[in-house]
């Protein structure tokens, strides 16, 4: 059964840290770009940063570039979302994503609420 299971959500303070986990079952991690999508009350989702299955290369919305960081571990099917200075803009519920090679699947995990507020 494929599933995408995100922990590490939370409330923090502006200025502070979290950092996310999406640990993936069912699938061939290798073979899936990874993505962490956002979307914030009342507005579209949208994508954060990705990272690719095998170079690792990786891609940042502007708003979040010198903050975040993404990276994966594919012995553990894991990605990471490193997030530091958080700003109360970046209050959303986080989503991972898995898109394979070809774009013939795609799956989403549940999402984790991070809140930044003092």
């Known amino acids: 059964q494929v599933q995408l299971v995100e922990s590490g959500g939370g409330l923090v303070q502006p200025g502070g840290s979290l950092r996310l986990s999406c640990y993936a079952f069912?699938?061939?991690?290798?073979?899936?770009?990874m993505r962490w999508y956002r979307q914030a009350a009342g507005t579209e989702r949208e994508e954060v940063a990705g990272i690719t299955a095998l170079s690792g290369r990786t891609n940042y919305v502007d708003s979040v570039k010198g903050r975040f960081t993404i990276s994966r571990d594919n012995a553990k099917n894991i990605v990471y979302l490193q997030m530091n200075s958080l700003k109360p803009e970046d209050t959303a519920v986080y989503y991972c994503?898995?898109?394979?090679?070809?774009?013939?699947?795609?799956?989403w995990g549940q999402g984790t609420q991070v809140t930044v507020s003092s």
């Open positions: 069912g699938f061939t991690f290798t073979s899936y770009t």
């Open positions: 994503n898995a898109i394979e090679w070809y774009g013939r699947y795609e799956y």
